[in-house]
């Protein structure tokens, strides 16, 4: 009872003082100005009365203190809304409905003016008549679960739907997909379950219709012959530190981590292990991972670097295995999956699956409504993993579902947190069932234990707050501890305590990994402290070792995770004269072209959208470059370079109306090499009355305190001044974002955080301007001198 108390006195005072932290920051964050309007969207049922049809339906609604709207549809697509300049007026999207089927949910996302964080409109039902899009149901009725087949028997598949059935298959373990049978209940497949007898087996099943679309079941794991016990789940400990900790105990009590010798591999353990130091890597990063062996070296020699910055060994990588440019991996891409867990096996790396909620958005999937989706991505890991030999099956699975960000998660108190906290218990009863000992975690905020939204949650018969409720669901958490100093009241030391608390309370060793993030999150909460990426490497690593020290010999701390790979390969020692950027091995050989077509889609008279396929380079592709000119001749210069992406996607925005524009692609590697570039694409923006308006000159300087900048806002054709509200961030050192109101003269001015060093760099970003009758044509600012370097 004394623990209990204790805990529950420092969870109260945490949450006095993030109550404080949250309202001054919000202050101090925003500079009043009369543009700024109460954030809200509308949207409206559809003029049709009745079920709608296929193909382009116009979807209008309202806003006021909102930018950047998105239409949500049936958790699966966005597409992007036309709106006027300005923080209020009436927007529009045409929505494509041609892959749906009767019953559609629609919500509109926004960006709140003031606070960047998600605005959203309530939800809608629309009903949709297009039978030729219609999905079938299929299941697969026996065996079930319950079962323990032996010997030759039918495997019962049901499979319905709006057209024709014109083919079912199921699938055993992972392999061939084979025809069923059809016979009067259904579908028969006659499965021999001797070869297979004394193991869980995975059965799918799925159904193609005349039309081409195509049904699955949710897997069935059954057990073959004689009943098999479920592997042990014995606390198992092993793992490779960093030379510099080779002293560090792994757990607490008797249990000792098995630190091998530099250069040896750990045995790799499926139960409980440390799993430091862990790397999220998402999609954009993964994939080349998987397809292109090269970009391996480069993760490799940087996850192993101790010597640049004085880091740890990165020894687990959270692995995005999510869809991406069309291609499923753990469907479309198992042999090289197989290779790339294979190769990290053998260097000692733990790797482990990161999912999100199987949504568009991820966090949909938190929802009950779409918990099938969220199902379905944790059984084709599963899956995978039955289908694959030991060596090649992931060790874990990271799930970074975000509920909070939904838009009922605080309103709706508890729903929206039951709803989580029962999808992570279905995921856990999937894993339960498949016999899979793989350790299952979520990435969860650090406020999961103070929060009003998520204190006193009433679920399977007891109160606790949310981040209990998940402890004891999960076998352990990743919290995102997203501070960019260990200590103090706020530091990521102290909001990590509860946690490890619980978890020694409850007996989980090994089971709180501490998130700290490294990416230069733009526009989006607080810069100024959420991340790393102000202080750069050097600070960062001496925070890290803070929190080790005062974690030290703590069985519940299973170490430290970074978010995410190419911001941290990307962060600098320090910014300005001084900065050590962390170097790939050398390498002489430039990538290819972008593959595929390179496509241009014109949204409105302002925006193009760039598409392009992934180059292969003999290491890893660092960025793409866009170019973009008015004739096929153009030269590939800094001066048409558009901007620079890490996906297969760039939204170039800001062009001018009625205006015929040609893109080309390259791609750059870790080592600055640059590709040929791709065959040029044209594509013409529309008409708008509104006039373009541009920063026509912006300053940057430092008092030795802070940055100060100055920016003036013009009339593109004219170079009149324009009384414009401006938002926008300070970057590098700084990150403080403001907004304001420039003067009749044109010109804004603000001044960044405290930032005191002796060498250093300061930038400044405009990211929103707005002023009646124009628009920001960004693609003609002038960007020269919006950054300013001192010292060194």
């Not at 993030?18 to 409206?44: E, K, M, R």
């Not at 608390?501 to 230069?520: H, L, R």
């Not at 170019?627 to 760039?650: C, Q």
Request: with cysteine; hydrophobic share 35%.
């Amino acid at each position: 009872m004394i623990g209990i108390r204790i805990r529950k006195k420092h969870a109260i005072r945490k949450l006095a003082i993030c109550l404080v932290l949250i309202v001054v920051l919000a202050l101090s964050c925003i500079t009043p100005s009369s543009g700024l309007a109460a954030a809200q969207i509308t949207i409206d049922p559809p003029s049709t009365a009745g079920p709608l049809g296929p193909g382009m339906t116009r979807l209008t609604g309202t806003y006021s203190g909102v930018y950047d709207i998105e239409i949500v549809v049936n958790g699966d697509s966005l597409t992007s809304v036309h709106m006027p300049e300005g923080n209020a007026g009436n927007w529009y999207a045409d929505v494509d409905l041609s892959m749906y089927d009767g019953p559609v949910e629609v919500i509109a996302r926004g960006k709140d003016v003031a606070t960047r964080y998600a605005a959203w409109s309530p939800f809608m039902q629309i009903e949709v008549d297009n039978p030729q899009a219609n999905i079938p149901q299929v299941r697969v009725i026996s065996p079930t679960e319950q079962d323990s087949p032996e010997g030759q028997i039918p495997v019962e598949v049901d499979a319905s739907g709006k057209n024709g059935i014109a083919r079912v298959q199921v699938r055993i373990n992972g392999g061939a997909w084979e025809d069923a049978s059809p016979s009067a209940s259904g579908y028969l497949y006659k499965w021999n379950t001797e070869p297979v007898s004394g193991r869980i087996n995975s059965l799918e099943a799925r159904a193609d219709d005349v039309n081409g679309n195509i049904g699955y079941s949710q897997t069935v794991y059954v057990k073959a012959g004689v009943p098999v016990e479920m592997e042990s789940h014995e606390a198992v400990v092993t793992e490779t530190d960093s030379p510099d900790r080779k002293e560090r105990a792994a757990g607490g009590g008797d249990e000792k981590g098995t630190i091998a010798e530099e250069g040896t591999a750990p045995t790799v353990s499926r139960d409980v292990y440390g799993q430091d130091r862990a790397l999220w890597i998402w999609e954009n990063e993964s994939y080349p991972l998987i397809m292109n062996s090269g970009a391996r070296t480069v993760l490799d020699a940087m996850s192993s670097d101790t010597a640049t910055f004085g880091q740890d060994q990165i020894r687990t990588f959270y692995l995005a295995v999510g869809n991406y440019n069309g291609v499923r991996m753990l469907e479309d891409k198992r042999a090289e999956v197989r290779d790339f867990i294979g190769w990290a096996h053998d260097r000692g790396y733990q790797v482990q699956a990161l999912i999100a909620g199987g949504t568009t958005p991820p966090y949909f999937g938190a929802y009950t409504r779409y918990q099938k989706q969220a199902v379905a991505e944790l059984e084709r890991i599963l899956n995978y993993n039955i289908s694959s030999s030991e060596h090649e099956r992931f060790d874990g699975v990271n799930i970074d579902t975000e509920p909070y960000s939904l838009p009922d998660f605080k309103s709706e108190k508890p729903s929206v947190q039951i709803q989580y906290l029962n999808m992570l218990n279905a995921l856990m009863d999937r894993k339960a069932a498949s016999g899979l000992s793989l350790q299952v975690g979520a990435a969860i905020p650090r406020w999961f234990d103070t929060s009003v939204d998520a204190t006193d949650i009433v679920w399977n018969g007891s109160v606790k707050p949310l981040s209990e409720h998940v402890q004891d669901t999960l076998d352990y958490i990743s919290i995102m501890d997203y501070r960019d100093q260990a200590e103090g009241s706020v530091g990521i030391i102290d909001q990590a305590r509860g946690e490890m608390e619980y978890a020694n309370t409850i007996g989980k060793p090994y089971s709180v990994v501490i998130g700290v993030e490294t990416k230069d999150i733009a526009d989006g909460g607080d810069p100024e402290t959420i991340t790393f990426n102000e202080e750069g490497r050097l600070h960062m690593e001496a925070e890290l070792d803070k929190v080790y020290a005062a974690f030290e010999g703590d069985s519940a701390f299973g170490g430290i995770a970074i978010h995410h790979y190419d911001s941290l390969r990307n962060l600098p020692s320090i910014w300005g004269p001084d900065a050590v950027f962390w170097q790939a091995p050398a390498d002489i050989e430039p990538p290819t072209a972008v593959s595929g077509a390179l496509k241009a889609s014109v949204f409105d008279y302002q925006q193009i959208d760039i598409t392009y396929g992934p180059a292969v380079d003999n290491a890893a592709i660092q960025q793409y470059r866009i170019y973009r000119g008015t004739s096929m001749s153009f030269p590939l210069d800094e001066e048409h370079l558009a901007g620079v992406s890490n996906k297969l996607s760039f939204r170039d925005k800001g062009l001018l109306p009625d205006t015929k524009y040609v893109y080309k692609v390259t791609a750059v590697d870790t080592s600055g090499n640059e590709g040929p570039p791709s065959n040029p694409v044209k594509a013409k923006t529309g008409h708008t009355t509104l006039k373009p308006m541009v920063v026509s000159n912006i300053q940057m300087s430092y008092d030795g305190t802070k940055g100060i900048v100055t920016i003036r806002v013009t009339d593109l054709k004219t170079g009149e001044a324009v009384t414009a509200e401006v938002g926008g961030r300070f970057t590098y050192m700084a990150g403080k974002y403001v907004n304001g109101t420039t003067t009749a003269a044109g010109f804004f001015t603000a001044n960044s955080e405290s930032v005191s060093a002796p060498s250093g760099e300061i930038g400044f970003g405009p990211r929103r301007i707005t002023a009646p009758g124009y628009y920001w044509a960004q693609a003609y600012d002038k960007k020269v001198g919006s950054s300013i370097r001192w010292g060194g």
